[in-house]
């Protein structure tokens, strides 16, 4: 039997702690189904088409399967509204922007909940129009929270530039060493942003070829074709997960999984 070594188990450990997760075990799923998306269409591209049709069929299960993580979730954001209103530490610029964001995350994820339900037959409706209509709320929230990371990350380098100028008054160690602890803080969550935005850029370019908003369609005539969705969406899925992954902790071990389902 293989020995694994502490690299090995740390990283096994991250896997764990990923997957365990809702939102980790959507995320992969959506690694499968954007993946799975870019190679079928590289595959019928270069005429082989049964493994072409066997993408095809992963991305068609994949893109159903994350239906199933989101539903209910829409009643999640609801109750977050609240506490959005409530904030008194941020601008009235960011609150709309994150109400704007939740708000269109709501309504993307109620479509997607009742096309779901839709295709298992539990309710009808025109399935054509709830895909335009939360696309098109999908680009929106998108649109939102581009615009409040940007903000996020100008209100980032603002503080560690107010922090650099204290630093280089300071005289005593003590003061020294924790304004150089925050401004390593706010340097880390500046990183976290700009991951955040690339994120949120290639949902935007995948948001804005969906048959509510069809930008590139208007502007070059024709959609951004699965060839290029696939690896932005996989890129995307794989900036969340980077966002995510626990940090290397001393003497990690594997725990078993308590789970129950």
């Keep these: 039997m293989r020995c694994y070594e502490p690299e090995d188990r740390a990283f096994w450990n991250a896997i764990i702690s990923v997957a365990s997760t809702l939102e980790g075990r959507d995320k992969l799923t959506k690694l499968l189904q954007y993946g799975s998306r870019a190679l079928s269409w590289y595959c019928f591209a270069s005429h082989t088409n049964?493994?072409?049709?066997?993408f095809s069929n992963l991305y068609?299960?994949?893109?159903?399967?994350?239906?199933?993580f989101r539903l209910g979730k829409s009643a999640l954001?609801?109750?977050k509204l609240g506490?959005?209103?409530?904030?008194?530490?941020?601008?009235?610029?960011?609150?709309?922007l994150e109400l704007i964001q939740q708000c269109g995350m709501m309504g993307f994820l109620a479509y997607d909940n009742i096309i779901f339900l839709s295709k298992a037959n539990v309710v009808k409706l025109d399935e054509g129009k709830a895909v335009r209509q939360g696309g098109l709320l999908?680009?929106?929230?998108?649109?939102?929270?581009?615009?409040?990371?940007?903000?996020?990350?100008k209100l980032n380098i603002d503080e560690e530039?107010?922090?650099?100028?204290?630093?280089?008054f300071l005289s005593n160690a003590d003061?020294?060493?924790?304004?150089?602890?925050?401004?390593?803080?706010?340097?880390?969550?500046r990183s976290k942003n700009l991951v955040s935005l690339l994120k949120i850029t290639c949902d935007l370019v995948v948001s804005s070829n969906t048959s509510g908003v069809r930008i590139p369609e208007r502007v070059m005539g024709t959609k951004l074709h699965d060839g290029i969705i696939g690896p932005v969406g996989c890129l995307s899925a794989i900036l969340?997960?980077?966002?995510?992954?626990p940090k290397p902790q001393a003497n990690l071990m594997l725990k078993p999984d308590d789970s129950t389902a």
Excluded: H
Aim: charge should be positive.
């Design 175 to 189: 003061q020294t060493e924790v304004s150089q602890a925050q401004l390593d803080a706010l340097l880390q969550t």
């Design 240 to 245: 969340f997960l980077y966002n995510m992954w």
């Design 77 to 79: 954001l609801y109750a």
């Design 161 to 168: 530039n107010a922090n650099r100028e204290r630093l280089s």
């Design 60 to 68: 068609k299960a994949t893109q159903q399967a994350r239906k199933v």
């Design 138 to 153: 999908w680009f929106i929230a998108n649109v939102a929270a581009f615009l409040r990371t940007v903000n996020l990350i």
């Design 50 to 54: 049964k493994m072409g049709m066997g």
């Design 83 to 96: 506490t959005i209103l409530e904030k008194k530490d941020t601008s009235q610029y960011e609150r709309n």
